[in-house]
C-alpha cells in the first residue's frame, strides 16, 4: 500500500504559477500526475520512474515534475497556466517497472487537489 497526499492547489490567473506536491509513505518506482476535468475523462500530465521523467504533448514545456527521495515526495511545477488547465490534479503511483501513462494502470491515488486559473 501507498497512501499520497497532494497539496498546492489553489486560484491563479493566466499565465501564473503553481507547484503542486504528493507525499508517499514510501517510495514507489513510478509516480505520475494527472487531472480530470468535469465531464472528461481523467488525463496523463507526467510520470516520473526512478529518474527518467515522461510528459504528455499537451502540457510540455510548461509544467515539470520532479521527486525528492528523501522525502518521499514528488511535485508538478506548472507554469503559463491557462484557464482550460483547470482541473482537479491527482497524484499517482504503482510498483510496476514499465512506463504507465493510463490512469487505468495505476493502483494508488490521492485525493486530488483543486487548480482554477482564471481568465
Known amino acids: 500500500q501507498v497512501q499520497l497526499v497532494e497539496s498546492g492547489g489553489g486560484l491563479v490567473q493566466a499565465g501564473g504559477s503553481l507547484r503542486l506536491s504528493c507525499a508517499a509513505s514510501?517510495?514507489?518506482?513510478?509516480l505520475g500526475w494527472f487531472r480530470q476535468a468535469p465531464g472528461k475523462e481523467r488525463e496523463f500530465l507526467a510520470a516520473?520512474?526512478?529518474?527518467?521523467?515522461y510528459y504528455a504533448d499537451s502540457v510540455k514545456g510548461r509544467f515539470t515534475i520532479s521527486r525528492d527521495n528523501a522525502k518521499n515526495t514528488v511535485y508538478l511545477q506548472m507554469n503559463s497556466l491557462k484557464p482550460e488547465d483547470t482541473a482537479v490534479y491527482y497524484c499517482?503511483?504503482?510498483?510496476?517497472?514499465?512506463?504507465?501513462?493510463?490512469?487505468?494502470?495505476?493502483?494508488?491515488w490521492g485525493q486530488g487537489t483543486q487548480v482554477t486559473v482564471s481568465s
Open positions: 514510501r517510495r514507489p518506482n513510478i
Open positions: 499517482a503511483a504503482d510498483e510496476t517497472t514499465r512506463v504507465i501513462t493510463s490512469h487505468k494502470e495505476y493502483d494508488y
Open positions: 516520473i520512474r526512478w529518474t527518467t521523467t
